[in-house]
């Protein structure tokens, strides 16, 4: 009955991408002074899913792929156009609206967390 839950594995999911976004953010303005440093981004949670997919079972094609901290390939290098004259090319109000953003989608993950857990105890309650 309660073998298929994919909304939570949405949440978690979602939630993960929220606290990668963070630590890369978090980077990104320790290095803010770093020569040559360049800002790091993840890709956005919703390109993460592809159109054609019917289903969102975690599907893993190889030892790293769900560990986002140790693939590196989801994480691309920022593109900014404008830079420092020492390489660097961290934008500090750039990286504070990717930090709010960030909070936004782990609040947006917890919510739907909860709402699908509240589902959950209401349909066990009635039996």
Known sequence: ???????????????????????LTSQNVANSDTPGYRAMSVKSFADMFSDSATDFSLRST?????????SMETIRAATRSRGEPNGNNVVLETEILNSVDAKRQHDRALAVYRASLGMLRSTLSKQ
Request: aromatic share 10%.
């Open 1 to 23: 009955m309660f073998q298929n839950l994919d909304m939570f594995k949405t949440a978690m999911s979602m939630a993960r991408h929220a606290g990668l976004k963070q630590a």
């Open 62 to 70: 190889r030892a790293s792929h769900l560990d986002p901290f140790s």
